[in-house]
C-alpha cells in the first residue's frame, strides 16, 4: 500500500505508548547565524519515540530554523544531529524524507493550481513517467481512508479551505512513510472544530506508531495534546518539561521570560450613536459567485463587532466592501448615515473608513518602502506631506514618520529605514501607526496578530483597545477565537456568506461559536 | 559562470578557426595626423543604415573600394551608420582627417552630404544614387560633389525584356505567361526598375499578365517568400525581386517551386543557380572604382555622373543556359536601342 | 521573500527589475568601473581574434567617444535621445510595468512633431515651438496610453500590446512617408516629411567658432530637464509617490486609496511622453523633418538603459552616455581600426551583461549568500 | 476582396508557415517560464539557431548536423542566461536583453566574416517539405497541409508533446510546481534549480529551431537580424495564450494568419479606396491586440515565474 516503513513504524509503536522511551531523535548544540542575527544558539531537542513533543517559543525563538535545520532546509553552522542513533547528515529535504522526517508547514507548501492528489504525490509519483490522474488519486483516497483523514483528491487546492490544505500537508507526510511528523503551527488558521479534528488525528497518528513535533505558542493545545514540552527563547533553550507535571503559567513564564499581562477589562460600556450601518450587503467573490448574501449589522461609537468564521466564509469580503476595494452588488453601508457602498477606497478613507489589512505583507505596506513612505501611503497628496497636493515635503514626510516610529514603538525609531527589513511585529506597528494616527471613525480590523509574538500582539490590542476608548467603531475579523473573545463587545458569526448569530461576548462561549461557525445556527441558538 | 566562459571560449575559437576564410579585411589605416605631403590617395565610405551585409548597394560599394584599394593603390576605410543621425558625423569623420574622396552610399545622405560638403570645400564627396540636397529638400549641386545616378529603370527594362521574351514563348518552366515582381518597400529606387520591368513586358508581350506586390521589408527572407509563394500561385512563373534580404526570399519561393527568378542590384546567379536567369544589374561597385580612380587620376567630376546603359553602369548579369539565344538577342537590342535612346524606359509603374 | 508566491496585478516580468532600485551605484563606482574593464577585456578577444590590435582599437573608441570637442557633441547628440527612451522606459518599470514600446512611442511623436512643424511650417518660433513640442509628447503620451488603458480596462498585459504597437507604428509610417499623406513633394527622393518650420528647429548652442561643424542642439537641455522632471516627479510629487507605490507594492496602494488602473494609465502615458519628446528633439534638433524609419531601436537600446541605470536619473543619464561613447567610438574604431561595428555591438553586450546584470558582485558573493528565513526577520 | 483571399487554401497554408517560427519560440517561452523563468533572450536563440544551422549545414551538408548544431547554440546561449538568471539570480530581463544584442552583434559579425563577400552557398542543405501523397489529391486540405515543411510539423507535434509533458507526465507535474512554488517543490524533494535550468536550455533549443526553419527551411540562407522580432512575438504568443502549449498554437496561427491575408489582400479595394499596402502589413499586430482584448483579457503567470529562487548551501 504505502511502502514498507510504516510496518516498521508499527512494530515499534506497540511499545512506544509505554512510559520508557528511547530518543528517536537528538539535536545538540544547533548554531545557525543569518547575517547579523544569531537564530540558533545552542540548542538542544531529544524526542522519543512515540511521543508527541511540543516545541513551544514565542515568534523569533527559533522553533521554526530548528525545524528547518532538522528537515534540511537550512544547514547549521555547528551542532549534531542524531536519529535512531546514528548520527546523520541531513544536507536538503530529500535527505529528512528518506531518514522518515515530514513536515507540515505552517505556511503550506502547497502548489494551488495542481489537485489534491498531485501535491500529495509530488516529488515521489512511483509508476513510471507518465501522471496517471486515476492511479494516484486512488493511492491518495487509500492513505485517507487508513487515517481516517477526508479530502477529495480530484480537487484543485486553491478552490478548497485553508482547513483541508492542512490536511494534505498531512497527507503528503504521511505518502512519503514518515515516522517523525513536525506539525508547524498548525492551528493558526483552524476553526475550534477542525482544531479537535486535527488533534484526532495526531492522537490517531501516534496511535499508528508515528511520533510528532508539535510547534505552537498555543499553551492549550500543549496540554490538551502533548507528552513532552521543549522550550526555546531567544535561540536557546529555555526548558524542558513534561505536560502532565506542569501548568500554562509555567511554560509562559519560559517563553517569555516574564509574567504575561492581562488585557483591561473593557472600562466603558459602548456609547449609543450608530457609526457603521449595514443593510442587505451582497458581493461577489473573486470566482463571481456570490461571497456576501444579504448582511445587516451597525456598530456604534465605542464598540468592537468581532466576526467570528472559518476562513473562506465571506470576511475577506466584507472588509473589501467596507473599504470600497470590492464592488457592491446590493445593500447599502452608511457610515454617519452617508451612503458610501458606491465610494471607492480614496473617499471611502476620506470618511473616515481605516483599515488593517489582513495580509500586512502585501496589502498593507509597500515592503521596499521606507517606514515614512509607508506611514504617509493613501495621504501622500495631503499636507503636511504634500503642500498644496503637488510638491511632497521630504522633510514633513520624514519628520513625521520619526514621531510616528516612536509613538507606535517601531524598532529601530528610524523613519528611514526599509519596512521589508523590520520585524511582523514592527511592520504591523507601522500600519497601526499609518491607519490609527487621524482618530479613524470606523477601523476594519483583520487578523492583526497573525504571526506576532506575545509582546506584539499585547501591543496590538492594547492600541486597539484604547481607540474603542476614543470612541471609533471597529470591526475586527479574526481567526484567534481568543482574541475576538476577549476584545470584543459583540461576536457576530458568518457563515457561508450570511452573519448567522450575533451574540454578546459575554453569552459567546467558544462551544457555542464553533458550532455557528460550523453552520449548526439551531444547535447554538 | 564557468559555462559562460567555456561558451564564449567556443565561439571565440569559431572565429578564429574560421578566420582563414576571411576574404579581406579592412585595412587599419593611418590616424588623422598624417600630412597632405606624399600620402597615399585617401577614400573613405560611409555606408546607409543597411550596413555591409545588405547584400546590396552597401555591399557593392564596399566591393567598389576594396577593388580600387588593390589596383589603385589606395588607403581606404569604411564606417556602416547604424542610425541615419550618424551620416553628417561620420562624413565629417572622414573629412576631418583630410580623406581625398569621401563617398556617401545611399540617397538617404543627400542632404547630411550636402552639410558636410559645404563644410569641407576641400574635400572631395561621391554621393551613390543622389545629389546633395540642402535644408529645404531642394538639390543644391557643389564643386566637390559628385552625384552618381543610376538608371535602374534601364535595368529593369533590361531583365524585362529577357522575362517577357520568355514568357511569351513559353520557355522552359515559364508556361503561364505570367511575370511578377516584388519591391521592398513603395519608393522611386525600387519602383523605378519595376517600371523598366513592366514597361519592357507591355512592349514586347502586352498579353502578359503582371502582378506586383511588397514584403514591406528589405531584411525578412520569410516574408519575402510568402508573397513570392503568392505571386507562384498565381501563375507567376517568371519573379524579379527588388527587396534586398527580403528579396533572396521572393528568390527561395522561385527556386523551391521550381520557377525562374531576376536578381537585382549585383549578378545574383550564383544565389541560386537554374533558378536565377538573369540579374538587373546597377554597378556601384564600377560607381565607386571609377570615381576613386578620376580622383587619383585627377578627373574628378563635380555634378551630375550618370551611370547607365551607356556607359555600363547599368547593365544585364549572368545568363542562366535556359534563356534562349533570341531572348539574349533581344536583350542585347534593348540595350543598344537605350544607349542609342531609341528607348526611353518609363519610370511609373504600370501595374502597382 | 522570493520564494513566497504573490499573486500581484503586475506583471510577471517586472517585480526583479524594480527590486533593489540603487543597490549597486550605491556601493560607489569600483564594482561598476571593474564591471567596464571586465568587458573590455573580454571584447578584447573578439578584436584580437579578427585580427586588430585591441589596445588601438580601445584608444580609438575612446578617443572617437570624447578624443575632441567635436567628438564629444555627438557622443552627446548621441546621448540625447537614449536618455529620454530610457526614461520612459523607467516610468513604466517604476510602476511595476514593462514598456517594450518606447520605440513606437518615440517614432509616433516624431511623427507627431514633425506632422505639425511642416503643416504650420509659417508660424513664428514662439508659437509653433510649443505646438510641435505639445505635439510630440502628446502622440507619445496618447499612443502608449492605449497600452495603459488596454492593462487597466481589459487586463491586456503590456507587453504583448508594446511589442505588437511597435511593429504598427513602423507600418504606418511607412504608409505616410512613402508617397502617403505626409510625404513631400519635394522629398529629396526619399520617404520623408517636407521640412519643419525654422522656428521648431532647436538651434545648435555651441558657437561653430568654439567648436567646428557641431551640431550639439538645444534638446541636450530638454533632455537634462526632463532627467529633472523625471527625479521629481517620481520622489517630489503625490503622483511619483502613487506610481512607486503601485509599482512595488500594487495591492497594499490600492487599499489606501490609490487606484493601480488610473495610475497604469498615467505611468504609460507619461512614459510615451518622454519617448514622444525623444521622436520630437530627433526631428526638430537634428533631422529637421521625418525620415521614414529613422530610429533602428532606440526603444530596445533604452530597455538596457534603463536597467543599466537601474531606473535611477543619475544612473540612467550615465547608461546613456555610455551607450552614447560606444555608439560614437564604434564609428571611429572602425573607420580608424577597421574593427567591425558589429563587434562594438558585441562588446556592449557583454558591457550590459557584466554590470547590469552585476556579474562580478554576484560571482564574489555567490556563495556567501544565505536566505534569511522567514522567522528571522519576523 | 474575395473568399480565396480570405480563406482559401494558400492563405491557410501560408498561416501554417508564418506561424511556425512564433509558435516554436512561444513554446519555448511556456517551458521556461512554468519553470519560473523569464526568457526574454528567445529573439537571440532564434538568431543563432538560424545562422549556426546555416554554417553547420555549409560545413556537413547535413541537415540533421545543422539542426542539432543550431539547437545545441540556442542552449548554449540560453545556458549563459540560466546561469545568471538560476545561478547568479541576475535580473532576468537584463540577461535576456544583453543576450539578444549579443546575439544580433554576433551573428551579423561571424556572417560578414564567413560569407561577407560571397554570400550563403547556394547549396546549403534544407530542411525537406513532407509531401503527403494521399491527401495532396484532396481538395484545399491537400493544399494546405500536403506539402508543409518538416518543421512545420514538428512544431505541432511539440505542441502536443509539450502540452502532454506540462499536465500528463511527472517531469511535467514538477517543472510546474517549481515555477509556480518552489519552496513547495524543494520540501518535497525536487531539485529546483537543475529543473529550471533544464527548462531554459529546452526553451532555448527550441527557440533556436525555430531560428533554424527560417534559415534552413525558409530561406536556405541567413541574413542578418532574420528573425524580425519573432522572439519577441513569441513572448507575446505565449502570454496570449496563457502559458499553454495550445494556446501558444492558436495565438501564433492568428498572428500567422494576420501575416498571410496581409499578403493575400495585397491589391484589394474597400469599395473604391485601395488599401495601402503598408497598412495592410499591420493586419496581424492589430487582429493579435484584438484577440487579446476582446477574448483573452487578463491572464496570469506562473506564480513565481521570473522570481529568483533563493535557498541556502547550494549556490
Known sequence: MIGARPERARTTGATAVGTERVPLLEMRGIRKRFGDLQALDGVDLVVNEGEIHALVGENGAGKTTLMNVLYGLYHPDSGTIRYRERDVRITGPRDAIALGIGMIHQHFMLVPPLTVAENVVLGDERGGPVLDDRAIEERVRGLEERFAIAVEPGARVEDIPLGLQQRVEILKVLYRGSELLIFDEPTAVLTPQEVDELFAIVRTLREEGKTLILITHKLREVMAVTDRITVLRGGRNAGELVTKQTTPAEIARAMVGREMKQLKARATPPRTEVILDVRGLEALSDRGSPALRGIDFEIRSGEILGIAGVGGNGQSELAQCLLGLRKVAAGTIRIGGIDISRDDPKRTRARGVAYVPEDRRIEGLVLAFTVADDFILGKQDRPPYAANGIVLDPAAILKAGGRLAVEYDVRPPNPRAIVANLSGGNQQKVVLGRELSERPKLIVVSQPTRGLDIAATEYVHERLLEQRGQGAAILLVSSELDEIRALSDRIAVMFEGRIVAVLDAASATEERLGLLMAGHTEAAA | MKRALAFLLLATTVVAACGGNVAASPTPSATASATATAKPIQVGLVTDVGGLNDKSFNQAANTGRLNAEKDFGLKTSVIESKKQEDYVPNLTTFAQQNYDLVIAVGFLMQNAAWKVAKQFPNVKFAIIDGAPANDAGNTENLPNVANLFFKEQEAGYLVGVIAATMAKNMVGKATHNTVCSMGGIPIPPVDHYIAGYQDAIKTISPTTTILNGYSNDFVDQQKGKEVGLNHISKGCDILFQVAGGSGLGYIAAAKEKGVYAIGVDVDQIDVAPGTVITSAMKRVDKAVYDTSNAVKSGSFKAGDNFFSATNDGIAFGKLDPVVPADAKAAADKALADIKSGAIKPKTDLTVK | ?378 | MTIDQLIGAGVLAATLRLATPILLAALGGVVSERAGVVNIALEGCMLVGAFFGVVAADQSHSVVVALVAAMAVGAGLAAIHAVAAIHLRSDQIVSGMALNILALGLTSYLDYQFYGTTGTPSDLAGVPDIEIAPLAAVPFVGDVIAHQNAIVWAGLALVVLIQVFLFRTVPGLRLRAVGEHPRAAETVGIAVRQTRYWAVIASGMLAALGGAYLSLSVAHSFTDGMTGGRGFIGLAAMIFGRWTPVGALVASLIFGYGTALSFSLQGASIGDVRVPVQLLSTLPYVLTILAVAGFVGRSRPPAADGIPYETEGHA
Open chain 3, 1 to 378: 521573500m522570493a520564494s513566497e508566491p504573490q499573486a500581484t496585478p503586475t506583471g510577471p516580468a517586472t517585480a526583479p527589475s524594480v527590486r533593489q532600485p540603487t543597490a549597486q551605484w550605491a556601493r560607489g563606482p569600483a564594482v561598476p568601473v571593474a564591471s567596464v574593464v571586465f568587458a573590455l577585456a573580454i571584447g578584447a578577444i573578439f578584436v584580437l581574434l579578427s585580427g586588430h590590435d585591441p589596445i588601438a582599437a580601445y584608444i580609438d573608441l575612446f578617443r572617437g567617444a570624447f578624443g575632441s570637442p567635436y567628438d564629444i557633441t555627438e557622443t552627446l547628440i548621441q546621448t540625447i535621445p537614449l536618455v529620454l527612451a530610457g526614461l520612459a522606459v523607467a516610468v513604466a518599470f517604476r510602476t511595476g510595468l514593462f514598456n517594450i514600446g518606447a520605440e513606437s512611442q518615440l517614432l509616433i511623436g516624431a511623427v507627431a512633431a514633425g506632422a505639425v512643424g511642416a503643416r504650420f511650417a509659417d508660424l513664428p518660433g514662439f508659437v509653433l515651438f510649443p505646438m510641435v513640442l505639445a505635439a510630440g509628447i502628446g502622440a507619445g503620451a496618447g499612443w502608449a496610453a492605449i497600452a495603459g488603458y488596454l492593462k487597466a480596462a481589459r487586463g491586456v498585459n503590456e507587453v504583448i500590446t508594446t511589442i505588437m504597437q511597435n511593429y504598427i507604428v513602423v507600418f504606418v509610417m511607412h504608409w505616410l512617408l512613402q508617397n502617403g499623406p505626409m510625404t513631400a513633394p519635394n522629398a529629396l527622393g526619399t520617404p520623408a516629411s517636407a521640412p519643419i518650420g525654422a522656428g521648431a528647429v532647436l538651434p545648435i548652442i555651441i558657437p561653430n567658432e568654439l567648436v567646428p561643424l557641431t551640431r550639439l542642439h538645444a534638446g541636450i537641455f530638454l533632455a537634462i530637464a526632463a532627467v529633472v522632471v523625471f527625479w521629481f516627479l517620481l520622489w517630489r510629487t503625490p503622483l511619483g509617490y502613487e506610481l512607486r507605490a503601485v509599482g512595488l507594492g500594487a495591492r497594499a496602494a490600492a487599499q489606501a486609496g490609490i487606484d493601480p488602473r488610473t495610475r497604469i494609465v498615467i505611468a504609460m502615458a507619461i512614459a510615451g511622453g518622454f519617448a514622444g519628446l525623444a521622436g520630437m528633439i530627433q526631428v526638430t534638433g537634428v533631422f529637421h523633418r521625418v525620415f521614414d524609419g529613422f530610429s533602428s531601436g532606440y526603444g530596445f537600446d533604452a530597455i538596457a538603459v534603463a536597467l543599466l541605470g537601474k531606473n535611477s536619473p543619475i544612473g540612467i543619464a550615465l547608461a546613456a552616455l555610455l551607450f552614447g561613447a560606444f555608439a560614437r567610438g564604434g564609428s571611429i574604431m572602425q573607420a580608424n581600426a577597421g574593427v567591425s561595428a558589429q563587434l562594438v555591438s558585441v562588446i556592449e553586450a557583454v558591457v550590459l551583461f557584466v554590470i547590469a546584470a552585476e556579474l562580478i558582485v554576484r560571482v564574489l558573493t555567490a556563495r556567501r549568500r544565505e536566505r534569511k528565513p522567514l522567522e528571522a526577520i519576523a
